[in-house]
């Protein structure tokens, strides 16, 4: 299963975004989530494929990093350019 999201006291923008899409992949609402897949097919395969290993499949970004071969930071930042990237992708078709 994926690891828990840490609490902040503060809003941090990464943490919010990966709620986000969390909730999106979660929703049960069927245009949401079509729109969300939609725009996640428009990103490159790695992404795809990472956005897939975290979100969809509930790998740790430790587990990612292992199989992919770098730094769990590494795989940090990816995942939180790919949420920042689809929420605005989202955002712009609201």
């Not at 428009?42 to 990612?64: A, C, K, M």
Request: hydrophobic share 30%; glycine share 2%; net charge positive.
């Amino acid at each position: 299963m994926h690891e828990a999201m840490p609490k902040f006291k503060t809003k941090c923008s990464h943490v919010y975004v990966h709620n986000i899409i969390r909730r999106i992949e979660y929703d049960t609402k069927k245009e949401k989530k079509e729109l969300l897949y939609e725009k996640l097919a428009e990103l490159p395969e790695e992404d795809q494929d990472l956005y897939r290993l975290y979100f969809t499949e509930g790998y740790s970004q430790e587990e990612i990093a292992v199989m992919k071969g770098v730094s769990q930071n590494t795989i940090s930042k990816k995942l939180r350019r790919i949420a920042r990237q689809l929420t605005e992708m989202c955002r712009n078709e609201v």
